[in-house]
Each structure stands twice: as structure tokens, then as C-alpha cells.
């Protein structure tokens, strides 16, 4: 038995499924395949920056092992500082981004088929707010992949207190039926608050990649999808989910 639906603007009833998650900086192929499964991505990005975290850093393969590559970023303090208004403080940090990613992976198969485009994301004019260099990475990789999801701002919906109340009327705002998330909200999602509003959630699983040809020792599922498109080029979406030419996402074991 389906959810219940709320009709449209146009009086019809049509599902419409959503992300709601921060923006990640050159984020993992996880992260790509959830936007591709869902109509809408909405980055939530007015919430509170965290450190060491995802926002501003991924992982990639060196020599040496894997590492960190970290946008350079003010922080105040420990609380009060949204992701949007996050700042850069080094202005040569997309130079020093590009000569490493040309060091560390500049004789795999498809660096120089990408290296036209990474000059432009990472010499080219920047913004000095984290939020809108990661949308700039991510616009990128998803026309890379063909990924046509829309891509929206949290900052387009209304603030309300409490994670569960915030995210359930951005769903019912946007007029999303479904609603999809990583299991680590589990621990503070209210399914049956999402059910009672007629939106249903959906669970992602990240396990069952499969691996590809990788440089730098042992095998990596955890690093940015560069990774994935510097060794694998045009059949990046075969080694993903959520795609055509791959697994079928539900069949995969992903949602």
C-alpha cells in the first residue's frame, strides 16, 4: 500500500523524492549516486560548520597513502558559524589543490582528459564562501556524469527548530513524497513524524561497490569520485549505482 499523497498545485497527485544534506567538498561516488536517484538535491548548508568533517576536505590516493586534501577555512568559534558563511583564508588554495591532484594522479588513464576542466574549477575565478565553491565542484561533477537532479538551497525554505521539524517542513514545502537519507540519521530521524505527513523515507546503503583499477597500494572505496573518473574516464557510472549501465540501485542492495 502506497503513502498517502498530497496533490500539487495542479490538483494531481505525482511523487517527487529529495536529498537533504550539506555540501561536501569533491565528494565520494556515494554522494553522486544519491543525487541521482532523487528529483531534488537540497543542500542544507545553513546549519551549523563543522570541523574535520567533510565540508571543506576529502580523501585521495598519494604515494605516501591516502591523505587529506583540505580547503583552508576561518573558523570563530566552535558554535555559530553556518556552513554558507563559511570563508576561505588562503587565496592560493585551489593552485596548490590542482599541483597536487597533477602529482598524485597524473598518470592515470583519464587525468588529462579532465585536466582542462579542473583548471578552470580550481585557477579560475573563486569564491571566497566554502558553499558556493563546493556547488561549483558538484554542478561539475554531476554534468560530468549526466546527473540531472535539481539542485537547490536550504536557504529557500523557512527556518523552524529541531532537525526532525526542520527537515519534514522542507519536505513539505518543496512538496517532496519521499524523502531519502543515510542510515547515520537513524539515530535521530522520526520515521513515524515523516509517515503521519504522508512522506515516506527511504534508507540508503552505501555497501557493494565494486573496485576498479586504482593507483598508490591497496584498494580505496573511501576518496573523492576524482578518483573514480581519473582511472575509469567515460565508465565511471558502470563502477556506481545508480545508474543505467550499472546494477540497478535497488537491486544493487543501495536504497
Known sequence: MSEPQEPDDSGSCMRKSALITQSNYIPWKGYFDSINLVD??????????????WRNRNRI??????????????VKGRFHQRICETRVTRPDWGQRHFSTLQYCYGRTKYFRAYEPLLQTLYLGEQSEFLTEINLRFINAICDLLGITT???????FDQCEGRNDRLLAICRKAGVTDYYSGKAAMAYLDESKFRSSGVAVHWLDYGGYREYPQVHGLFEHAVTILDLLFHTGPDARCYMKAFPESVPARDAGFV
Not at 531534488?40 to 568533517?53: C, F, H, P
Open 40 to 53: 531534488e538535491l537540497i543542500l542544507l548548508d545553513d546549519v551549523q560548520y563543522t570541523r574535520r568533517d
Open 61 to 74: 590516493k598519494t604515494p605516501q597513502g591516502v591523505r587529506w586534501l583540505t580547503i583552508p577555512v576561518q
Open 150 to 156: 535539481v539542485i537547490r538551497s536550504s536557504l529557500e
